[in-house]
């Protein structure tokens, strides 16, 4: 089994910072966490689900939607338990509802930002984000 709750939405203007927290747990997701991808992906009112971020936690190497490329960065802390994301330069165009997700590397591709159909099969509930102008 694998939980991921996300934390750390909220309200802010533009130009402003946020930094959004992802825990995962669970029996599997202890026992071969370095086999998972984790992401973040966004979707506002009306909009399509955007993939935002990505990290193999094998190689820890990254990828970024271009939308947040240079403002928003993903990590993670030394034992995978949390995930983050560091919003820096927010703009109205980022308010949405953020998710984090994972799965297992073979399952969803590890090496790119995850499209809008990406069939991630561990969710969040999500956390909001407002930015206004």
């Known amino acids: 089994q694998v939980q991921v709750v996300e934390s750390g939405g909220g309200s802010v203007q533009a130009g402003a910072s946020l930094r959004l927290s992802c825990t995962a747990s669970?029996?599997?997701?202890?026992?071969?966490?370095?086999?998972?991808?984790m992401a973040w992906f966004r979707q506002a009112p009306g909009k399509e689900r955007e993939g935002v971020a990505l990290?193999?936690?094998?190689?820890?190497?990254?990828y970024y939607a271009d939308s947040v490329k240079g403002r928003f960065t993903i990590s993670q802390d030394n034992d995978k338990s949390t995930l983050y994301l560091q919003m820096n330069r927010l703009k109205f165009e980022d308010a949405a509802m953020y998710y984090c997700?994972?799965?297992?590397?073979?399952?969803?591709?590890?090496?790119?930002?995850?499209?809008?159909?990406?069939?991630?099969?561990?969710w969040g509930q999500g956390t909001q984000v407002n930015v206004s102008s």
């Open positions: 990290v193999y936690n094998a190689n820890e190497r990254t």
């Open positions: 669970g029996y599997t997701y202890s026992r071969s966490y370095n086999t998972f991808c």
């Open positions: 997700a994972a799965d297992f590397a073979g399952r969803v591709p590890c090496t790119q930002v995850p499209g809008p159909k990406a069939n991630f099969a561990y």
